[in-house]
Every structure is written in C-alpha cells, then in structure tokens.
C-alpha cells in the first residue's frame, strides 16, 4: 500500500485548519462625534480647565471602557469644541462628575415559546452628569450650572458586536444631544455675563 507524501498530509492539515477558524468581522469605524460646528462660547476667562471626577471601574456591569466613544470622552470633546477661554484672568472648569453606562440582562424564555420569537436579551443604561464652573483668581466659583442626561436601549438576541458598536454610538450621541441643548439653555440664562 502506498501512502501519499508528508508534504500532501501537511498541507492538508493546514487547510483544513484554517477553514475551521472563523476570520472575525471586520470591527465597524463610527464617525467621530465632534460639536466644532456648533458656535463656541467665547468665555471671558483665563484659561479652561477639564477635570474627570468619574472613575470607570472597567468591569462588568459598566461597559463604557469598551464603547466605541464613551459618554466621558463625548463629554471631553464637548467642553474642548465648545468651551473657549478669551479673556485674562479667571478660570472656567468643565467636570464629569459621572458618566458610566451599564449592561442590564434582561429575562429570556427558554422554553419553547421563546424558539419561536425574537426576545431582547440586554438594557444597556448610560448616564451622564457635568458641571460647568467659573472660578475667580483664588479658584472659588463665582457661578455654577448642572447638566445631566440619561438613555437606555435594549438589543435583541443575536446582536453582533457591530451592531452593539453602532447601539452605543448612538445612545452616546443621543445623550450628548441631550446634554448639549441643556447646556445652551442653562450658559444663556447664569453664565451670560461671562460671554464675550
């Protein structure tokens, strides 16, 4: 009996080794969320400062260390677009005070009712809170405004982490939306004497 050659055998194995591996999707790119296109507040303040209050504890429940843009980073952004120092002295401060986003399982039939049906398998909830701050020269808050914002979603079994990506894009977006029609009500009604 002849047997084939070690190469064949080989090369065989190679194959159906890598047919066997699963090439995983390619990992979605969501736009940036920027706010340069909105006006920036011109502030007659020496210099702004942006402070993170909040501590991601990067692990379950929270998820926002694995979003693609994080209500806490959205936030950064926000304050960096929007926020500018023109004056000579005096400070602005912008704090994220909280900011996390935390996965909900939701209850799921798994008797035979559910084979038939397209449950929702997870909540997520994302909330956010900041502070806007104007400091004399010795740090003490001349004014002060709160803004807070919060959004859940829930994603259906079978949801792929694109599309859970996308999921958390949006409820970011959404809640920055939020945060950002707070935040021009609220500089317009306390802060507009600090407006140049």
Known sequence: MRYPPLRLIVAALFVSVLAACEMPAPQQQVPQLTYSHLKPYQLDVGRLEVVTEYRAPLREPNIEHIMPVSPEAAAKRWAQDRLQPMGRSGAARFIIRSAPVVEVPLKVDTGVAGLFKKQQEARYDAA?????????????????????????????????????DRIWYEMTESLMHDLNGQMEGLIGQYMARWLL
């Open 128 to 164: 956010l809170e900041v502070v806007f701050q104007i400091l004399d020269e010795r740090q003490f808050p001349q004014a002060e405004i709160v803004a807070r914002g919060a959004r859940s979603r829930t994603v259906p079994e079978g949801t792929t982490l694109n599309q859970r």
